[in-house]
């Protein structure tokens, strides 16, 4: 008994462990090709040099040299990432760095947030220690945000050349054991020739739609599918939108898609569709702000909205193109659309008068989850009342069911913060896309939405319908190499470059290839291209970052049935605004 008690308790005693292990590379041992850090983050363009140095290092056989003279900002960050699960029945974390620098009035500021729904930002401007050799130990410390799914932390420096070595991170009184990860595996010259026999050049002048040639690798699945969804890689490159819409073209003339459904509001795209399908109201109005996110807002996507207006112009009632949105974060036009469809009962509509004029003063998470659970009992009776089964000024029953479902998934969407929270949306996503296709007898969708939505991962949107729809699922990523796009902070739009890729991504072979822009199936090269196993890969959301690439427990031939290359990319275009 005493035997088997030990061994339970040295189990526990590794299993404690195990859970205490990051690989975070918080010693800078392991290193890029280009000799910039694994792991840690900064800003490549600004005109410093971050470098791991064999030459100087506080423990081990190297720290993080940092050169900041050329720096075109007053302060640079180097920052990395905790995941939050670290955090889990703690209750204090603290973060130290070792800091060595060439001059004695050099700033350099600790900070730390808890990325939760309290935000807890912590900072410090101080050495607490002075050690031999000028190193210098700086340390910042907070009690724990158990909400926090991430935990950002870094150092900002001024101008002046450092190095920075021996960062710990101490969860209550104990030091994380941090191990370096291992230099990844990269593609063998074999595995680089076959690939590139089996890609297929786009031609980025060509005007009008793809030709069959250019997408002969996924011609075939084309007839086979029922949603078929085109991503990002960032919401702001005209080259996407310019290969995305010549795609689409091509799939409304050629392979009878009939459904164009964008990543944005549900009920706002609707009256984007009365635009495109009866020509009702003008295409400013219909357009701009409330009926689209600000990333669409663009001339290429204005053009689009006319092509397929023009397209329904040549065709009968019954064979209409309809342009649709799969998001909840709407809810003005679908309460408005409810009061309307309501008009006619006065029960009902005193009823949702009151939850309607709810909707707009609603603040925190408790405001939003009393608001959930009353319009969930103002559906059930909804569904059970008479005009629930009748039809109003065009506003069918089935339509105006998702309308109240919408607000519902925006209410849920707004208080359920819990871990699994930055999956609610796409869960919610996939749902309304499935009612899409029950909505128009089952037509051929297109997806128009970023490429960690429409993604075969975890719980993204594509996970969703891979597992509703099976092989009837098909998506197509789209990554760049060089360039420059359009990010959106909340407020304007900023021009930010694409950082260089490292020879530990896909975009770096990619753009080897001297082919301006390809297209390629993955199917064959998930089993093919083992050497590719190990990349990382561009993503990048609406805000200006530099991270912007990361590594999954899949890699882009397994998130993805097709992959869309660009080389060299700009930023996508304001939309005209005129007097139409």
């Not at 960690?452 to 319908?465: F, I, Q, R, T």
Request: hydrophobic fraction near 35%; charged fraction near 20%; glycine fraction near 4%.
């Amino acid at each position: 008994m005493k035997a088997l008690l030990q061994t339970f308790l040295v189990l526990f005693q590794a299993l404690a462990f195990a859970q205490t292990t990051t690989n975070l590379n918080l010693d800078f041992e392991a290193e890029k090709s280009d000799g910039s850090p694994y792991v840690w983050l900064f800003n490549k363009d600004s005109g410093a040099s971050v470098v791991c140095d064999r030459a100087s290092s506080f423990e081990g056989s190297k720290s993080l040299h940092v050169n900041t003279y050329n720096n075109s900002t007053k302060s640079y960050l180097v920052y990395n990432y905790l995941p939050g699960k670290y955090l889990h029945e703690k209750h204090y974390i603290r973060i130290t760095f070792f800091v060595k620098t060439d001059s004695s009035d050099a700033p350099i500021s600790l900070l730390m947030n808890q990325q939760g729904k309290g935000s807890v930002y912590t900072s410090t401007k101080y050495a607490d220690s002075t050690l031999t050799d000028g190193w210098k130990r700086y340390s910042v410390s907070n009690t724990v945000d158990t909400t926090a799914e991430r935990v950002l932390f870094g150092v900002s420096l001024g101008k002046g050349e450092f190095w920075i070595d021996n960062v710990t991170v101490t969860l209550d009184e104990t030091v994380v054991n941090d191990v370096p990860p291992s230099p990844i595996q990269l593609p063998s010259s074999s595995d680089l020739k076959w690939l590139q026999k089996n890609i297929q050049e786009i031609n980025l002048n060509s005007t009008g739609t793809l030709s069959p040639k250019e997408i002969s690798p996924i011609e075939k699945k084309l007839n086979e599918v029922t949603v078929l969804a085109i991503g990002e890689a960032t919401h702001g490159t005209h080259e996407f939108f310019d290969v995305k819409i010549k795609l689409i073209k091509l799939l409304v003339k050629n392979y009878n898609f009939k459904v164009i459904a964008f990543e944005a509001p549900m009920d706002e795209l609707n009256e984007v569709n009365k635009y495109i399908v009866e020509g009702i109201g003008r295409i400013s109005s219909v357009v701009q702000g409330r009926s689209f996110y600000r990333v669409y807002d663009t001339k290429e996507v204005q053009e689009l909205i006319e092509w397929l207006r023009l397209e329904n112009l040549t065709r009968s009632k019954n064979n209409k193109i309809y342009f649709a949105g799969i998001d909840m974060q709407g809810g003005n036009q679908a309460v408005q659309n409810i009061k309307r469809y309501l008009c006619s009962d006065s029960a009902l509509c005193s009823r949702f008068q009151l939850i309607g004029s709810e909707y707009f003063k609603l603040k925190g998470r408790s405001d939003w989850e009393k608001f959930y659970y009353r319009l969930e009992d103002f559906y059930k009776t909804f569904l059970s009342s008479e005009l629930g089964n009748s039809n109003v000024e065009n506003l069918d029953r089935k339509w105006i069911e998702q309308n109240i479902k919408l607000l519902m998934q925006n209410a849920r969407f707004r208080y359920d913060k819990s871990r699994e929270s930055q999956f609610v949306r796409d869960s919610m996503m996939a749902d309304n896309v499935l009612w899409l296709s029950q909505y128009y007898h089952d037509s051929k969708i297109i997806l128009w939405a970023h490429n960690a939505h429409v993604a075969d991962w975890s719980k993204a949107m594509g996970a969703y319908l891979f597992k509703a729809m099976g092989d009837r699922y098909f998506s197509v990523g789209l990554t760049a190499a060089n360039g420059v796009f359009n990010v959106f902070p909340p407020s304007g739009t900023i021009t930010y470059p694409l950082l260089s890729p490292t020879k530990e991504t896909f975009e770096y072979y990619f753009s080897t290839f001297n082919t301006p822009a390809f297209i390629m199936s993955t199917h064959v090269a998930r089993e093919k291209l083992k050497s590719f196993l190990q990349l990382s890969f561009r993503s990048v959301g609406t805000d200006p970052t530099n991270h912007q690439f990361q590594s999954l427990d899949k890699n882009l031939f397994q998130l993805f049935d097709a992959i869309i290359f660009i080389k060299d990319t700009t930023p996508s275009f304001a939309r005209v605004k005129k007097g139409d």
